[in-house]
């Protein structure tokens, strides 16, 4: 089992920058893969980036060239820099991790996430 806890959300102006957290305990050896999602009120959970064992990033458009995801191996922990933020990435960001020989696209674990309020 993989134990996933995010931090670092909160209320920023537009504009404005934000970095999440996301610390990971357990069986760190079975993930190979991490992510950021979010979801929206009202709206479906979407990805916002993962990034592989080997640090291999992707992005959703949406978030491109504003986001970062970045890992410290040493310290098991996930980050999502954000930058620009705008008032439509308000959601609650979600960490999430993929066990190796799962399929692709699913996600076996989840944090609890954290919300991130982007007043205008």
């Known amino acids: 089992q993989v134990q996933l806890v995010e931090s670092g959300g909160g209320l920023v102006q537009a504009g404005g920058s934000l970095r999440l957290s996301c610390a990971a305990s357990?069986?760190?050896?079975?993930?190979?893969?991490m992510g950021w999602y979010r979801q929206a009120p009202g709206k479906q959970r979407e990805v916002v980036g993962t990034?592989?064992?080997?640090?291999?990033?992707n992005y959703a458009d949406s978030v491109k060239g504003r986001f970062t995801i970045s890992r410290d191996n040493a310290k098991n922990t996930l980050y999502l820099q954000m930058n620009s933020l705008q008032p439509e990435d308000t959601a609650v960001y979600y960490c999430?991790?993929?066990?190796?020989?799962?399929?692709?696209?699913?996600?076996?674990?989840w944090g609890k996430g954290t919300l991130v309020t982007v007043s205008s």
């Open positions: 999430a991790a993929r066990k190796r020989g799962s399929l692709v696209g699913r996600m076996d674990y």
């Open positions: 357990g069986s760190i050896f079975s993930i190979n893969l």
């Open positions: 990034i592989t064992s080997m640090s291999n990033t």
